[in-house]
């Protein structure tokens, strides 16, 4: 059984959207807005910067319990102590993954399609990244429909492990994306880009909370 | 201690220089032709591609005693259970390498400089990679100046690990890498690009010996 986390307000990082600020600085102000899971995402540092920057994030992360998960490189999650790694479907097999970090790493699965969740049931994963939920510019290589509102509340019972939706989430659809069945929203420029990275983080710990009691 | 492990003709793959025939194919005629080392380097694959790829390799150089190392990615090497993993300067950490594998895992390391070398005579290293030895246009991302066989030769004594020269070596200049120190010699386009790869090979296991006699 992988450790308890709360999906409720989950940052993906991106360091080309804070805009030159500081991406420690960034997470530091957003988990003392409400923050509650962090997954450092890097496409373009080298491998020492990676495994520097997640020890970075991780010393930061621990003492205010909020869990860091890598995105895709199960080495840097090893090599920093990360808490678990979150994979898209190009990138490592969750049973090889889970092979690799043990029973104990927390385990994300991004599924941009029915089919994908679906597959993915019968998988050692502790959660789900459903997205994209709306249009996004974030990422541009979704090759599939977003899944709307109707959709996350259409999948919601068909799914045993908690999801989070990820795609053109912000502070004014994050409570309907709960409403409708996810656990939490997870968000990559609604704080990597805002003026505030603490007031955007409350104010989306805010509308999930909202959208949990609707 | 790192099992037993023979760099006397070392194949660093480049799927780009392989001119559109098939990876596996050059790999598996280069063996037949002497390669005694073969290290996976994917700069453009995503990770579950990389893996595959890393676990045919495997699965084909197994039964021939022949090493596979991953470049970069101890990830991808836990996964495919390849023998070890040879790292750049900016690459993972060897310590951090080291304590992810273990002590039978092979590691290498690229030393660009006489300083690089000596700061790796205190890690925990099975091999250096020297390079460039000559001028080369596989790698364009060289600070350093070519070490050139007078290089090599100082460097043989003031190291403890065996050493292969990598960058600009073909079969004309294979057996003075060798005769100037080193254990053997590390090849990109000489096989990868070559009409005959096991032919390559063969003449590069050839100069390697004449240089070990010379």
Redesign the interface.
Known sequence: MSRSFDLSVYLVTDRPLCQGRDLLDIVGQAVRGGVSMVQLREKMA????F?ELARALKAMLAPQGVPLLIN?????A??AGADGVH?G?????VL?VR??LGPRAILGLSTDTLEQVLEAEGLPVDYYGVGPVFPTSTKTDFSHQPWGIEGLRRLRPRISRPMVGIGGVDVGNAARIVSAGAEGVAVVSAICSAPSPKDAARALAKAVAVGRGS
């Open positions: 080298d491998t020492r910067e495994v895709d490189r199960v080495d840097v090893l090599a994979v479907q190009g990138d490592m097999h090889d092979r690799i």
